[in-house]
Every structure is written in structure tokens, then in C-alpha cells.
């Protein structure tokens, strides 16, 4: 499956944006879709996940109850919402298609969208 992710911008603290990643090719509905993000100098990490069915969700510790991962397979697409951005949370965002809820566990990637948010 190849993957698109767009959406990223510069924003303030507090504000939103909204992540997508269309997929295309091989079946986008048969993955766990994640999204991970690489701040500078620091290692990537996964940000969120869901399963094939939305059946479950996974989200690191620093963003529970401010982001929300969602999916259409109907549209192949998958988003995050954003909500209460911080500065902690600038980075390169990549969408992923794999197997799992670790990062290791992705196989398919897209090329990265950077979000910058300004105090």
C-alpha cells in the first residue's frame, strides 16, 4: 500500500489541525493504520494506532485526550485530530500500514508531514 500524509503546518499552542493519510493500492482496510512522529533529535515514537475495523485505538501517554486517530477504509484515508497543540508536540507525523501497535510493526509508510507549533 503507498501512503500520503498531508495536513501539517505552523499553528500556536492551543490550536487544531487535522492529519490525513490517503492510502492507494493494496488493501488500505486490511491494516492497523498508525501515526508516529520524529522530533529533532529525538527517536520516533508511535502516536497513535487503530485497528483494521476501529475496533481499538492506541495512543501514547503525552496525547491522550487532546488527539483522535480515526479511519474511512470506505475513502482509504486515515486522520488525526489535533486538539490543544503544544510545542512538545512539533515534529515530522508519519502515517503507517502494518500489523500491530509497535513501531516495528508497520511495514508501509508515508513520507512525513511536519508539524510546527509555536508558543
Known amino acids: 500500500v503507498q501512503l500520503q500524509a498531508s495536513g501539517g503546518g505552523l499553528v500556536q499552542a492551543g490550536d487544531s489541525l487535522t492529519l490525513s493519510c490517503k492510502g492507494s493500492?493494496?488493501?488500505?482496510?486490511?491494516?492497523?493504520m498508525g501515526w508516529l512522529r520524529q522530533a529533532p533529535g529525538k527517536e520516533r515514537d508511535l502516536v497513535a494506532a487503530i485497528s483494521w475495523n476501529s475496533g481499538s485505538r492506541y495512543y501514547i501517554d503525552s496525547v491522550k485526550g487532546r488527539f483522535t486517530i480515526s479511519r474511512d477504509n470506505a475513502k482509504e484515508t486515515l486522520y488525526l485530530q489535533m486538539n490543544n497543540l503544544k510545542p512538545e508536540d512539533t515534529a515530522v507525523y508519519y502515517c503507517?500500514?502494518?500489523?500491530?501497535?509497535?513501531?516495528?510493526?508497520?511495514?508501509?509508510w508515508g513520507q512525513g508531514t511536519l508539524v510546527t507549533v509555536s508558543s
Open positions: 503507517a500500514a502494518g500489523t500491530g501497535y509497535s513501531e516495528n510493526d508497520f511495514d508501509f
Open positions: 493500492g493494496s488493501s488500505f482496510s486490511g491494516y492497523t
